[in-house]
């Protein structure tokens, strides 16, 4: 058994096989750009789980039955404004959401920018995003999924960090750790909810953009992480979610997202609500907003 792989667990209840288990993304030891520091992982819990001053990038596995399994995974990262994670609310509860249509749900824990812990943090969140497609694909047998079937998603920031992987998977930003790395980090789609994607105009989310590149960011920095800028026709297929009402992240977001990948000839569908403000996760409070699972659920049939 290898070094930091925890084994499936066992249900007390059942004595079955549990499908959930935790893998750590590498020793502690050769976690890129990490500085031992007194800096410590908080959970706090209130009506969500927030964990925040992440240290060590994981990534938790939630798998359907063999006999529902489409072959499909789906490589999880929860919003937070690059400040906290919330975890179950955009994380582990898509994940289940997701096995009950036969699709993987790999939730990433990843680090959060930190000038105390980290170096170069505006690199870490993709280091960690790299990282993590690039395990999954490695355990593309053991997951019982399709090596080529892997999407990226994202809610908020995650959803930046979502499209951030999906336009930057060929940049090389860590030395390679073990043979998992000599994969592709591209996803095969992308869905983006209520996403950040530009920290170039008006209708930037300025609290995820401070987190990631500081308050008085260099130009160079704030073009490279406007993902709408960084678009080519190797972007992956996308499924953007947003409402009109977001008054946190402006639906702007997504609209520009969308026209840079329609210019660039990449499959893409867009649906905008006209109610649902921001951070609505599955939308199971509002009949119209719940829907929309459905429709990428389609739109994932689609992509065969």
Not at 122 to 151: C, H, M, T, Y
Not at 196 to 225: C, E, W, Y
Not at 259 to 276: M, S
Request: glycine fraction near 6%; include cysteine.
């Amino acid at each position: 058994m290898k070094k930091n792989h925890i084994p499936y667990r066992i249900c007390n209840e059942c004595k079955r096989i549990f499908t959930r288990h935790h893998n750590t993304f590498m020793a502690k030891d050769k976690i890129p750009n990490h500085v031992v520091s007194n800096e410590k992982e908080e959970h706090v819990i209130e009506d969500i789980l927030r964990i925040s001053k992440v240290q060590e990038p994981t990534i938790e596995v939630y798998l359907p039955s063999k006999k529902n399994a489409t072959g499909q995974a789906m490589v999880i990262f929860p919003g937070g404004g690059y400040r906290i994670l919330a975890y179950d609310w955009e994380g582990i509860d898509i994940a289940k959401f997701l096995n009950s249509k036969g699709i993987a749900g790999i939730v990433v824990k990843y680090r959060l920018p930190s000038p105390v812990s980290q170096t170069n943090q505006e690199d870490v969140p993709l280091i960690d995003a790299q990282r993590a497609l690039r395990l999954v694909r490695s355990k593309a047998e053991e997951f019982n999924i399709d090596p080529n079937k892997i999407g990226a998603m994202g809610f908020s920031a995650g959803g930046h960090l979502a499209s951030t992987l999906g336009t930057h998977f060929n940049e090389k930003i860590y030395t390679p750790i073990d043979e998992a790395d000599k994969l592709s980090a591209r996803p095969d789609f992308l869905t983006l909810c209520y996403p950040v994607i530009t920290f170039n105009q008006s209708s930037t989310h300025k609290g995820s953009q401070n987190n990631l590149l500081g308050d008085n960011p260099k130009q160079g920095a704030v073009d490279r992480f406007s993902n709408e800028k960084q678009v080519s026709a190797n972007t992956p297929p996308t499924f953007l979610l947003h409402a009109t009402d977001d008054t946190s992240v402006p639906v702007e977001n997504s609209l520009v997202f969308y026209k840079a990948l329609v210019e660039n000839n990449v499959r893409a569908a867009l649906h905008v609500f006209p109610t649902g403000g921001h951070g609505f996760a599955l939308g199971l409070q509002d009949p119209y907003l719940r829907t929309w699972p459905e429709l990428l659920f389609g739109w994932m049939e689609s992509l065969k």
